[in-house]
């Protein structure tokens, strides 16, 4: 327990610490201190040790760890149904790459702030963001209190955000200044992939990581076109090119690994790296499926993430847990493939060990940072209740979440967004949609 009285209990009809049915407990909640877990015990007990403490009781509800999306580029919320069912280099350069080309600084600002209302109604507490103007997204992630992993995206060629790549180190030593002491938002180093980043620039952000001790997050083996280049230029595949380079470590965080071959799951294991599973991107771009169910064999770090609105289209990890769950049964065969339990493990803890946060994030326990989120489970798509992880993977959808609570403190409460005025986040998105439509 903290020293300081604990101001707030959060409690329901269950509580699910982590994502197991054994673990459920009636009538529970949160006591919160400073943003952290201070105690779990019986709503009657919490009630009774802390007096004092506002009370936030759910009658039907549920509190559960908030969801974690380990990997996304927020401000694409802008994109969202721009171009779709189109083959990916069409879909790329035809349509997202010229509208990227137009994009501001508070565009991005906007953008972001958009995903981040979609994510906290749907149970997401923390998120991994790459992407342009990066300081827009961590203002933005600021604004919303959602906790964030925020970077600039690296290329070889000059980016509309920082200029010439030179410049971009620049950007990103601001911002590892700026949210140096910050509770909720980390800095991360995004090379954004193999195809677009050249050994020398992959190994100067590879050493920044290491002098940071931050997070380095990068697309890895999305495509079979991109394993096919890196063969080409540098006769390894992905992984083993990054390993020669110093960046596969416990630090860092692959999206996708759709095209890996039994070696290269052995050793993104081996080396602790976090994977982010973008299921539902990989689908709609006709990428492939990750092996996830191999890549847990090996006790790979597997979270699940959206990817951007341009190729999913939106950022809600319930439908994207449901699609995990049964996509892989379908592909390998076996109903007993990616169980619920182990799907919403990636979506909590999963994520959390994948951003190097299995400490503070992931579950429910005390000494843990307070990020949860109150489920109603009233509903009649939600009745009867057998079993808490089914229920929530395969019956329940964003909209049952009521009321979401980052490092302590209230953001959403009874579907209400708290932190920021909804309305004219989405105001905003629609008056850019519009330049976007007349080609600005
Ligand atoms: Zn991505």
Redesign the pocket.
């Known amino acids: 327990m903290t020293a300081a009285e604990p101001s707030l209990i959060i409690s329901g009809r269950y509580l699910l610490p982590q994502a197991r049915q054994t673990g459920v407990l009636e009538n529970h909640g949160l006591a919160i201190s400073g943003g952290v877990i201070a105690d779990i015990a019986s709503t009657e007990t919490l009630r009774s040790r802390y007096p004092k403490a506002r009370h936030v009781h759910t009658e039907d509800g549920l509190v559960m760890p908030g969801l974690v999306n380990s ?1 996304t ?1 927020a401000a694409m919320s802008l994109f969202r149904g721009l171009a779709d069912d189109l083959p990916l280099e069409n879909w790329l350069n035809n349509s997202i790459l010229p509208a990227e080309r137009q994009l501001t600084a508070e565009m991005v600002y906007w953008g972001t702030l958009l995903s981040c209302a979609e994510m906290i109604r749907s149970g997401t507490t923390a998120f991994c963001d ?1 992407y342009l103007f990066a300081k827009e997204v961590a203002r933005a992630a600021a604004a919303s209190k959602m906790r964030a992993w925020v970077g600039e995206v690296f290329y070889d060629f000059p980016s509309p955000s920082y200029g010439p790549p030179e410049q971009g180190f620049v950007y990103l030593d601001e911002m590892f200044e700026k949210y140096r002491e910050d509770r909720r938002l980390s800095v991360t180093i995004n090379p954004h992939s193999v195809y677009l980043c050249s050994p020398g620039l992959l190994e100067r952000l590879a050493e920044i990581a290491r002098s940071r001790a931050a997070i380095v997050n990068t ?1 890895l083996s999305e495509t079979a076109g991109e394993v096919k280049t890196c063969l080409e230029r540098y006769g390894l595949r992905p992984a083993a090119h990054l390993d020669c380079l110093g960046l596969l470590t416990p630090n860092t965080l692959a ?1 996708h690994g759709v095209h890996i071959n039994e070696e290269e799951i052995a050793l993104l294991a081996e080396r602790g790296v976090g994977i982010s599973h ?1 299921l539902q991107s990989n689908l709609k771009l006709a990428s492939g499926i990750a092996p996830v169910p191999l890549l847990l064999e090996k006790e790979a770090k597997i979270g699940l993430g959206t ?2 609105s341009a190729s999913n289209n939106n950022v809600d990890l319930f439908t994207e847990m449901k699609s995990v769950a049964l996509v892989h049964k379908g592909v390998s065969g076996d109903p007993t493939a990616m169980p619920a339990e182990t799907v919403l493990h990636l979506a909590t803890m999963g994520g959390g060990a994948a951003l190097g946060a299995a400490a503070t994030i992931g579950s429910l326990e005390v000494g843990k940072k307070a990020d949860c989120i109150v489920v109603d489970l009233a509903a009649s798509h939600l009745t009867p209740l057998y079993n808490l992880p089914s229920q929530l993977v395969y019956a329940a959808t964003g909209s049952d979440v009521r009321h979401s609570i980052i490092d302590g403190e209230i953001i959403m409460r009874d579907r209400k967004i708290l932190a920021f005025d909804e309305q004219e986040v989405r105001a905003k998105a629609r008056e850019y949609a519009g330049k976007f439509r007349a080609g600005m």
């Open positions: 990997h580029h790459m697309h999206a973008c990817d951007g």
